[in-house]
């Protein structure tokens, strides 16, 4: 059983920085792409930023030179630090992992997993 745990999420104000954390555990062999999505109230879900197992990584537009997703492969985690953060990135934050490859017992799995979200308020 594939799960995303994150953490890292709070309340803070603009101009500020904060760092997402997001382990996947259970008996993984390998994570494709890993990504953050947030989504705001009464907003669709959209995509932040994600990474590939190979490091090629992609921004929203209005991320891009704020935010920096990286990885740890050996340990299946994904990182998303956020600098000089606006009101307008008051959000849940939501981990993505696409096309995991796991090993259920019996048998292996592939699918894609989300995290539980966490929280991230910043007051102006």
């Known amino acids: 059983q594939v799960q995303l745990v994150e953490s890292g999420g709070g309340l803070l104000q603009a101009g500020g920085s904060l760092r997402l954390s997001c382990a996947a555990s259970?008996?993984?062999?390998?994570?494709?792409?890993m990504a953050w999505y947030r989504q705001a109230p009464g907003k669709q879900r959209e995509l932040v930023a994600s990474?590939?197992?190979?490091?090629?990584?992609n921004y929203a537009d209005s991320v891009k030179g704020r935010f920096t997703i990286s990885r740890d492969n050996a340990k299946n985690t994904v990182y998303l630090q956020m600098n000089s953060l606006k009101p307008e990135d008051t959000a849940v934050y939501y981990c993505?992992?696409?096309?995991?490859?796991?090993?259920?017992?019996?048998?292996?799995?592939?699918?894609?997993?989300w995290g539980q979200g966490t929280q991230v308020t910043v007051s102006s």
């Open positions: 259970g008996t993984i062999f390998n994570i494709n792409a």
């Open positions: 993505n992992a696409e096309g995991v490859i796991s090993y259920s017992g019996s048998y292996y799995v592939t699918g894609d997993y």
């Open positions: 990474i590939t197992s190979g490091g090629s990584s």
